[in-house]
């Protein structure tokens, strides 16, 4: 039978099923090597993690512009901790739910990638996928997170009790569009920082170069640099070559005199 089809008997009938044929679709999960999906089984900070991201991995290759560099960099980035190596699989997918603001590590510096999460860490990881800052939740902790996440569509437990596989495929299931969206935004703005960086790149080395050739600091923008460095580089050439001129003049009056001397 289709994968699909095992795994939905793990589920009853219902979201459970639905969401985890969709998200296996998406390839945002996965299940074991004997076609089980076993939701029931506790989930790692690690693998919500991965699961984050690839539910938004989808929406930011659609954002991508064509910018080879910027994806590549994006892919790379990514918060450092100090035992990532307990779970090297999810070290790029971690980095990258650091770096968006997802999750964050202990004071430490570890992130302890094979805890567990609880049913208000997951509120709060969901909540954060989407979007939304901790500064713009109400209510304060774990109340305000558990109620954005419903608001925003999840259905989610509640409580310090440990979340599991299938609590989390159907809170992704119900945020997934805001989850989407939060990625193409957050891709698309990291491009434009990209790109507005190497602009002003540029922008800075044409500046210093101008003002080591005049000696004066200068507020322009790139265009205005570039041609003041060429204007004053021609004048520059310009008097050197009436000095030159002028020289040759006076050396030239000073051989006619001396020669009607002689």
């Known amino acids: 039978r289709d994968m699909r089809e095992k795994y939905e008997d793990d589920f009853e009938a219902g979201m459970g099923a639905e969401a985890v044929k969709k998200l296996l679709a ?48 994006s892919a790379a980035a990514g918060a450092s901790f100090s035992d990532l190596d307990k779970a090297p699989w999810a070290e790029s997918f971690i980095g990258k739910a650091a770096d968006y603001g997802i999750v ?18 997951l509120a709060s990881m969901i909540v954060k996928a989407a979007g939304v800052k901790s500064g713009d939740i109400m209510g304060g902790w774990p109340e305000g997170f558990v109620n954005k996440a419903k608001e925003l569509g999840a259905v989610i437990k509640t409580g310090d009790a440990l979340a599991t596989r299938g609590d989390v495929a159907v809170a992704i299931y119900g945020t997934q569009e805001k989850i989407e969206a939060a990625a193409k935004a957050g891709y698309e703005k990291e491009v434009e920082n990209k790109v507005t960086d190497k602009e002003e ?11 080591e050739f005049t000696g004066t600091p200068l507020v322009l923008s790139l265009e205005e640099a570039v041609t003041k460095m060429q ?28 020669a009607i001397r002689d």
Do not use: W
């Open 231 to 258: 204007t004053e580089s021609i004048q520059a050439e310009t008097a050197e070559l009436n000095k030159k001129g002028d020289q040759a003049k006076a050396e030239g009056s000073g051989d006619s005199a001396s």
């Open 201 to 211: 790149g540029l922008g800075h080395k044409v500046e210093n170069a101008v003002n």
């Open 104 to 121: 964050s590590g202990y004071t430490d510096g570890t992130f302890k990638p094979t805890n567990n999460i609880t049913n208000n860490e």
């Open 26 to 73: 998406d390839g945002v999960v996965s299940g074991y090597s004997d076609g089980s999906f076993q939701p029931e089984n506790p989930i790692t900070r690690a693998e919500v993690c991965a699961m984050l991201i690839k539910a938004g991995e989808k929406a930011a290759d659609t954002a991508a512009t064509g910018s080879a560099d910027a994806a590549d960099e």
